[in-house]
């Protein structure tokens, strides 16, 4: 604990991995940040640690959004292409396929910005942004197939979708 009551950090840490981070998301037991990059195809893993680099994983296009499944095991990522896709990471440290992507997913819309993963862990939602007003695709994530596409209702010019959030007991989901 930090008994200084100034409001300055006592344990900063700089870290330089070439780019702006545009995302990130931490695992369940806190010891990893994945985190996509702007301008960047790729997923980096990063130690909470020291903050060190532990692997670049490539995604093949411009990744966005970041999400961890709740169990932490796998990662999803928003790849702004077109289509768009969901690139699913393996990242349980256990498992013969850690850091590797396991599939991809292609949406039928273009440009997928966003994602939102629901508290029960059973599913994810990836937010394309065309055709406007753009689409939520749930993706099962034990099957790792889309299972549902939502098309919300948006207003003003030239809405975009780019973030969801749910509520703690998952009842409502926000775009």
């Keep these: 604990t930090d008994a200084d009551t100034d409001a300055t950090p006592q344990d900063t840490l700089a870290v330089d991995h070439s780019a702006v981070f545009a995302d990130l998301d931490v695992t369940p037991d806190g010891s990893r940040l994945y985190v996509t ?46 289509p768009g896709q969901v690139v699913v990471v393996d990242t349980d440290p256990s498992s013969s396929t850690y850091h590797t992507v396991l599939t991809a997913i292609t949406l039928s819309e273009n440009g997928a910005l966003g994602l ?4 029960d862990g059973t599913q994810a939602f990836a937010l394309s942004q065309r055709p406007e007003p753009g689409t939520a695709s749930a993706i099962d994530l034990s ?7 939502i098309t919300p209702t948006a207003t003003g010019s030239g809405p975009i979708l780019r973030d969801m959030v749910f509520s703690p007991d998952g009842s409502r989901g926000y775009i």
């Design 37 to 82: 990059r702007t301008f960047e195809s790729d997923l980096i893993a990063v130690s909470t640690t020291d903050l060190s680099l532990i692997t670049e994983i490539a995604v093949g296009g411009p990744a966005e959004a970041v999400r961890l499944s709740t169990d932490g095991t796998l990662a999803l990522v928003a790849v702004n292409s077109s």
């Design 116 to 119: 939102g993963v629901h508290p």
């Design 143 to 149: 099957s790792l197939t889309i299972t549902q596409r």
